[in-house]
């Protein structure tokens, strides 16, 4: 039978000499395929803007489905779609922003203080109210790294303090 060749991107396989590949790879289905995967992986911004300079398409917005389908140069996006993924984006954005803002070796503490008070005082003036046991602790659960809360059974160590703080026994024996 011979050996065969198998497309990942297409799914499918075909006797593997280099007539049938170079037919296969050239071919528009191969290129669509390929295309589909590869999108699978771009970021929301790329998404966002390329939806948003399309017009929509009157044929999807009619009866829901189009015949060029993922190949139609117009949107199939709702309002709606739109709007999410805008705030997809915008909260990427602030993530990384917040990422970078963590860790950045040639900025010395006190500029990373000033900076994060600047940011404190702007939340509260926004109407977020601020506790007191936040600002006598000087860290907001905000701070702490969302993927560490994420792991199970992470040793006390590693665990954030209550909200009210560790409680301390009066009659405890040390040693």
């Not at 593997?16 to 295309?35: E, I, S, T, Y």
């Not at 771009?42 to 009619?62: H, N, T, V």
């Not at 990373?112 to 007191?132: H, I, M, N, V, Y």
């Amino acid at each position: 039978m011979g050996r065969r060749y198998y497309c990942d991107y297409c799914d499918r396989s075909f006797q593997d000499n280099m007539h049938n590949r170079k037919k296969h790879l050239n071919g528009v289905q191969h290129h669509r395929a390929k295309k589909a995967w590869f999108d699978h992986f771009r970021d929301s911004g790329a998404i966002l803007y390329d939806e948003q300079a399309k017009k929509p398409c009157r044929k999807f917005l009619q009866k829901g489905f189009c015949d060029f389908g993922p190949n139609c140069r117009f949107s199939h996006m709702s309002e709606e779609e739109l709007y999410n993924l805008k705030r997809l984006v915008e909260d990427e954005r602030r993530h990384k922003e917040d990422s970078e803002d963590t860790f950045m070796p040639d900025r010395s503490i006190e500029e990373w203080l000033s900076r994060r008070e600047k940011k404190q005082l702007a939340l509260t003036s926004k109407g977020d109210p601020k506790t007191e046991e936040d600002s006598e602790e000087g860290q907001t659960q905000s701070d702490i790294l969302q993927q560490l809360l994420s792991i199970p059974d992470l040793p006390p160590s590693l665990l954030p303090p209550p909200p009210g703080g560790w409680k301390v026994k009066v009659d405890s024996e040390w040693g």
